[in-house]
Nanobody, 126 residues
Framework: QVQLVESGGGLVQAGDSLRLSCAAS????????IAWFRQAPGNERDFVAG???????SYADSVKGRSTISRDSAKNTVYLQMNSLKPDDTAVYYC????????????????????WGQGTQVTVSS
């Protein structure tokens, strides 16, 4: 079983930066995908950014150039650095792990992820 715990959300102003953290615990395979998704009220849960066990990265167009996903393997933690935040970035951000997939082609589909964190709220005021 895998547990994912997100942190780092909060209320910020447009143009500010935030770094979200996802701490993973439990047993998982050596090949996997781990990603950030977000869900605003009334919307579907959308892919934001992901990193594979091999280090391949992928970003949604909406955050590309403003966000960076990274991993600290020693701490079993994945980070999402978000800069130049906009009100449209307001959502609950979820960390997710896909233990059955490990290539970027599968990264954007939330159905491929078996484990999810509880989410952390990000609110960007204008």
């Amino acid at each position: 079983q895998v547990q994912l715990v997100e942190s780092g959300g909060g209320l910020v102003q447009a143009g500010d930066s935030l770094r979200l953290s996802c701490a993973a615990s439990g047993r998982t395979s050596s090949l996997y995908l781990i990603a950030w998704f977000r869900q605003a009220p009334g919307n579907e849960r959308d892919f934001v950014a992901g990193i594979s066990s091999g280090g391949s990265l992928s970003y949604a167009d909406s955050v590309k150039g403003r966000s960076t996903i990274s991993r600290d393997s020693a701490k079993n933690t994945v980070y999402l650095q978000m800069n130049s935040l906009k009100p449209d970035d307001t959502a609950v951000y979820y960390c997710a792990l896909a233990p059955r997939f490990w290539t970027t082609q599968f990264m954007g589909d939330r159905r491929n992820y078996d484990y999810w964190g509880q989410g952390t709220q990000v609110t960007v005021s204008s």
